[in-house]
């Protein structure tokens, strides 16, 4: 319950606020200034518990940009001699102890944590430790299945990235046709799952499905570019990426789909719209 959203009752109001029914936590108090207009006792209301600067707990309405067993990219608000302090928007920020940094951070700087409940403090914490909180074993994923994924570091074959907050999986260069950046939360597929238990991404879908977004990308291009478009299937696999971020084979296939459909002529010098 701690580092989460609950929906509790309203069991009494004060000046101050309004006590919440925590169950086993008992009471927990909810300031003032979260409280919706019109709150009455025995109203429920979605909040996030955590220990405020006294070490008390506290309700808020506020949302953190990551709860208990989740990961986000966040900016180093302070340094002390304890540790780093990432803004995570809530007043009090998260602090991620030396122990717990993979390496050591400077103010400002970006990072990809994890969120963690200490069990002996009860307090919330953060890591930049991501190996320790990921599965080496991956679930069971299908191949084509969208999954939810953060871009981490960049290797010497592509981006590491994030899969469901709980496997590492990796985007080959050769399949990245977009800028990327780190701690980017994005959507994303899953193309291969290696023998060694390793997975393989896409950005973009497999098969039938991506052939189907890029021939309606294609096709809101040539409209508001008056029907033409001077990239056809001679064009150079770098115009292709820049145009429309896919690979030239991709490209090929929707706009013989396109010219099969009879949507589109394609020229000498480009492609142009058919008009109905």
């Not at 000046?15 to 008992?26: A, I, Q, R, S, T």
Request: aromatic fraction near 10%; charge should be neutral.
């Amino acid at each position: 319950m701690i580092g989460r959203y609950n929906n509790l009752e309203v069991v009494k109001e004060v000046k101050f606020g309004v006590y919440l029914d925590g169950e086993e936590l008992g009471e927990i108090l909810l300031p003032q200034r979260y409280v919706p207009e019109n709150t009455q006792p025995g109203d429920r209301l979605d909040v996030f518990i955590y220990l405020d600067s006294d070490d008390y707990l506290i309700a808020t309405t506020e949302k953190p940009k990551a709860q208990v067993g989740e990961f986000a990219c966040l900016k180093v608000a302070d340094l002390n001699r304890t540790g780093a302090f990432f803004d995570w928007g809530l007043p009090k920020d998260l602090l991620v102890p030396f122990s717990e940094q993979k390496k050591t951070v400077e103010k400002d700087q970006e990072q990809i944590v994890y969120v963690y409940l200490d069990q002996e403090s009860d307090r919330i914490a953060g890591s930049t430790k991501l190996n320790k909180f990921l599965d080496n074993y991956p679930q069971k994923y299908s191949k084509g299945q969208q999954v939810d994924l953060i871009i981490e570091d960049h290797t010497h074959i592509g981006y590491k990235a994030i899969i469901n907050g709980q496997h590492w999986g990796v985007v080959y260069d050769s399949d990245v046709f977009k800028p990327l950046r780190y701690g980017q939360k994005m959507k994303g597929f899953i193309k291969q799952i290696r023998p060694d238990g390793k997975i393989n991404l896409s950005l973009q879908q497999l098969g039938y499905g991506k052939t189907d977004d890029l021939t309606k990308r294609i096709l809101q291009q040539l409209n508001e570019h008056d029907g033409f478009i001077a990239a056809n299937d001679k064009a150079s696999p770098e115009m292709i990426k820049k145009l429309f971020g896919c690979s030239k084979k991709a490209f090929k296939l929707s706009i013989g789909r396109l010219y099969k459909e009879r949507k589109i002529a394609i020229e000498e010098r480009g492609i142009r719209l058919i008009e109905e």
